[in-house]
């Protein structure tokens, strides 16, 4: 080898070896480069290792070059190693070195599910108009379900709410089907004049569909005085859709029955597609269930009504299906 190709070589290696050590940025890489040019069988041990079979004078010439060398690189990489963690010779491993200038992991957060959201924001608006919040049992009897109600055995009506049983079916036991029987409830513990607000879930036996689940939502409200109206109730929902709503929304009241209310109404909302969607079940407190809590028809008057809150919550939140509240899907619930 002449001594101007073995200076080429020296130079390549060098250049090489300083190029990449500049351009690496992690440790791993700076230990990759030491194998390759000073490691056991790297670009520049090799000759080193093949001094001894030259002649004493390039043996002397090479020899002194190329220990130079290897010192230089040995230099840069031991700063190198500095630089992404390695204490120059005490033994910090590459895995106990943390970056505290790294980016953090992103936590992802829970959600809050739209029912419960607006069961919130609905259960506020009522306390703000004087309404208090009171709860009942999932798991009601048969007396306070439907015959404190209005509704005794056999009477048709009971069709109305096809009904999940608890057996032995003699204990007279079920899943609630509406929120009412906290009329009652309250009505017997409670003198005049009432506010208040029932919110739950209650059950049905029957065929779902997209805007029938048979698990779902009511807000019973219940309010007893001297005077109150039908006027009163109608303000009241007015006034409680502009809130939720923030818009004008079309409302509109219809004749309907219910065994514990005379007159009943139902009450519907105009949807997106322009179809009525029906979300209340109203109307002032029958003379009888006055009775049956032992108040007098002569002297208390009021109204009672049954919201259907996941539909409430549809109309809010623009979805078009009931069943997605349950169906479990997160791609659902992580757009609230
Ligand atoms: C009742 O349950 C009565 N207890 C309401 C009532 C209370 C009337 C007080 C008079 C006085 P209804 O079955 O219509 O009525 O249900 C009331 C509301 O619950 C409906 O307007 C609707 O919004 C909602 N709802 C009824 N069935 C379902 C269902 N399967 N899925 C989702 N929402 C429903």
Redesign the pocket.
């Known amino acids: 080898m002449s001594e101007n190709q073995s200076l080429d070589i020296f130079q390549s290696i060098r250049k090489d070896a300083f190029g990449a050590l500049e351009e690496a940025s992690d440790f791993e890489t700076v230990h990759k480069i030491e194998a390759e040019y000073i490691g056991k069988s790297g670009r520049l041990t090799k000759i080193l290792k093949s001094l001894k079979e030259m002649s004493l004078a390039e043996r002397k010439e090479m020899g002194s070059t190329a220990n130079a060398l290897k010192k230089e690189i040995e230099e840069k990489i031991k700063l190198k190693k500095e630089e992404f963690g390695e204490r120059g010779g005490s033994n910090h491993r590459d895995a106990d070195w943390i970056d505290i200038t790294a980016p953090g992991k992103k936590i992802s957060r829970g959600h809050i599910h739209p029912i419960s959201r607006v069961l919130k924001e609905v259960t506020s608006i009522f306390e703000s108009m004087g309404f208090e919040v009171v709860e009942g049992p999932e798991v009601e009897t048969e007396h306070y379900n439907f015959d404190a109600l209005n509704i005794p055995k056999e009477h048709p009506a009971r069709d109305?709410?096809d009904t999940f049983w608890i057996k032995p079916l003699k204990n007279g036991l079920l899943l609630r089907?509406?929120?009412?029987p906290n009329?009652i409830r309250y009505m017997e513990k409670h003198q005049p004049p009432l506010r208040i607000i029932v919110p739950g879930q209650?059950f049905?036996y029957?065929a779902?569909d997209s805007?029938?689940?048979?698990q779902?939502y009511?807000l019973?409200?219940?309010m007893v005085d001297k005077t109150t109206s039908v006027a009163n109730f109608k303000a009241l929902i007015e006034q409680f859709f502009k809130k939720l709503f923030k818009e004008n929304i079309q409302m509109r009241i219809r004749p309907?029955y219910?065994p514990?209310?005379e007159p009943?109404f139902?009450?519907d909302i105009k949807d997106r597609s322009d179809k009525w969607?029906?979300?209340?079940?109203?109307?002032m407190?029958h003379p009888q269930i006055l009775k049956n809590v032992k108040l007098d028809p002569s002297q208390w008057q009021g109204?009672?009504?049954?919201?259907?809150l996941?539909?409430?919550t549809m109309m809010k939140y623009k979805i078009d299906d009931?069943r997605l509240f349950h169906s479990g899907d997160l791609r659902f619930i992580r757009q609230f």
């Open positions: 109305l709410w089907t509406h929120t009412s009329q209650v049905r029957e779902s805007s029938h689940g048979i779902f009511q019973e409200g219940l309907g219910f514990f209310v009943g139902e009450v969607l029906e979300v209340i079940g109203a109307g407190i109204f009672a009504f049954g919201m259907g996941d539909r409430i009931i």
